[in-house]
């Protein structure tokens, strides 16, 4: 493998090119766009790509992009960046909002491709670069790989910006090991009655409270970590003396490895059946938003960590990022287990936190996060075939 200061020249564009790099994340930010509806942002990404000589592939029933530099070989490295933003409250009013960072990551994403390609150099594995729609719906990464994005790939890279109780600002992880989460979107049917005869009906609300219940009788093996709860529940009539017929319920479900996120969904449906069988109730359900945990790939986690040491020093670097929250990212590695993918972790003073509406972070960290992704994939693309 060559030695990173072989691969050098585009990861000092880039720190030349910062007031670019800034200018792009402003651009992208104020376009922000929620799921599926990533037009604008496409069209800015797409235009920039292509006037650098870049060929990309658009869709025709989304807005996602793949970008490709061809190198000596069919075989692919693959860098994502999710697009789209929240539809959040933000001062008063309910918006799209980059609080997740997604502008930050495309920003990354889009100018190591455009450094790469300015610089010359051809990679002895191709390079493509996955602009992905629709992640805080947990559906763009599935729909990319419909679409191809892992045709020939052997290494896939990933970046999320990080809050600073995680990763500190100026270090990085080379893996991020997020949670498994879903949300279940259930309907309790009961039988309406008099309530001066509940005897005669079936109470829709007794038997989610029933269901409340059995659910905080969930526990999960010592060596394993989740929790499930009931976060939302609508029922009731316009009358007070009638027993509800109907409630509307959402569980939370998270757990930290995939193999636990099983265990609760079985642990669920007997919690559910029980209450069918003691109340006489019908309950419909089904999991939606649903994202798997990190798999650890160790050959993805060490060339990441070779790249953050290349650009902040081994003493910038993290071991491991541990983070209770879920990325559609890992759906590419759950699908595809043959591919060496990681996700890095970007300490950048991000505060107060993800998905609050008045997320910040120092910019500063687009140019060291644009090198280190810069400096993994040509790694990556010089690495002997396992």
């Not at 629709?134 to 790939?153: I, P, Y």
């Not at 039988?191 to 659910?215: C, F, M, S, T, W």
């Amino acid at each position: 493998m060559k030695e990173v200061r072989e691969l050098l020249n585009p990861i000092h564009y880039l720190e030349q090119k910062q007031g670019e790099l800034f200018k792009t994340y402003h651009n992208l930010h104020e376009l922000a766009e929620p799921s599926w509806q990533e037009k604008q942002t496409s069209a800015y990404i797409r235009k920039r790509l292509t006037d650098a000589g870049i060929s990309v592939r658009t869709f025709d029933q989304h807005y996602g992009l793949i970008a490709e530099i061809p190198g000596e070989t069919e075989e692919v490295v693959a860098l994502r960046a999710d697009m789209d933003a929240l539809l959040q409250e933000v001062d008063g009013v309910v918006r799209p909002n980059h609080s997740c960072g997604h502008d930050a990551h495309s920003t990354m994403v889009m100018h190591t491709a455009l450094a790469i390609a300015l610089s010359g150099i051809i990679p002895k594995r191709t390079l493509r670069f996955i602009f992905q729609p629709a992640e805080e719906k947990g559906q763009g990464a599935l729909q990319m790989m419909k679409d191809g994005a892992l045709r020939n790939v052997q290494y896939l890279f990933g970046l999320h910006v990080r809050p600073s109780f995680e990763v500190p600002i100026g270090k990085a992880s080379p893996i991020i090991i997020h949670s498994s989460a879903g949300t279940v979107k259930g309907t309790i049917k009961g039988v309406q009655a008099h309530a001066a005869r509940p005897e005669d009906g079936i109470n829709a609300i007794e038997a989610a409270a029933l269901l409340v219940y059995k659910l905080k009788q969930i526990k999960l093996p010592k060596e394993e970590t989740g929790s499930i709860k009931m976060t939302q529940l609508q029922s009731g009539n316009n009358a007070t003396n009638i027993i509800p017929e109907t409630a509307v319920f959402s569980l939370d479900v998270r757990a930290q490895t995939n193999n636990a996120m099983d265990k609760l969904k079985q642990l669920a449906t007997t919690a559910i059946d029980e209450v069918v069988l003691e109340t006489g109730a019908t309950i419909s359900w089904s999991m939606d938003e649903y994202v798997p945990a990190a798999i650890e790939n160790k050959a993805a986690k060490n060339l990441a960590a070779s790249a953050i040491t290349s650009i902040l020093g081994s003493a910038n670097l993290i071991p491991s990022c541990i983070s209770p929250g879920g990325e559609d990212f890992h759906f590419y590695t759950l699908e595809n287990p043959g591919i060496k993918a990681t996700m890095i972790g970007l300490g950048c003073g991000l505060s107060p936190g993800l998905h609050h509406p008045q997320m910040t972070f120092n910019q500063d960290a687009l140019i060291y996060g644009a090198q280190i992704l810069t400096a993994a994939v040509l790694l990556a693309s010089e690495q002997e075939r396992m």
